[in-house]
Nanobody, 125 residues
Framework: QLQASGGGLVQAGGSLRHSCVASGRTFSVYDMGWFRQAPGKEREFVAA????????YYTDSVKGRFAISRDNAKNTVYLQMNSLKPEDTAAYYC????????????????????WGQGTLVTVSS
């Protein structure tokens, strides 16, 4: 089970940090991801992190602005969002992939098995 928090209303250029706490003893062995879904649009990949935390991957639109990290001791994954833009407005979802290691990060919704509830981020211009 995944419990997410951290959404809110922020002005363009501001920052927010999402947290996602996982229950279960095997959190540390799985890749984690963040997705988002803007109003009227499909859910899309944002970022992913390896189980060990050493490797990350981002969609182009957030590179250099967002940072994904994890603390396996706390069963928590984070998404730090800086320099927010109105187009970042969306519900953000954390997810766990139970698939085996692949040198290419998993980015498709169907490759993730457990999902947290969405947390809404609204960026005003």
């Amino acid at each position: 089970q995944l419990q997410a928090s951290g959404g809110g209303l922020v002005q363009a250029g501001g920052s927010l940090r999402h947290s996602c706490v996982a229950s279960g003893r095997t959190f540390s062995v799985y890749d984690m991801g963040w997705f988002r879904q803007a109003p009227g649009k499909e859910r899309e990949f944002v970022a992913a992190i390896r189980w060990g935390g050493g490797s990350t991957y981002y969609t182009d639109s957030v590179k250099g602005r967002f940072a994904i990290s994890r603390d396996n001791a706390k069963n928590t994954v984070y998404l730090q969002m800086n320099s927010l833009k109105p187009e970042d407005t969306a519900a953000y979802y954390c997810a766990i992939s139970r698939r085996p290691y692949n040198r290419n990060f998993y980015t498709a919704l169907t490759e993730y098995d457990y999902w947290g509830q969405g947390t809404l981020v609204t960026v005003s211009s």
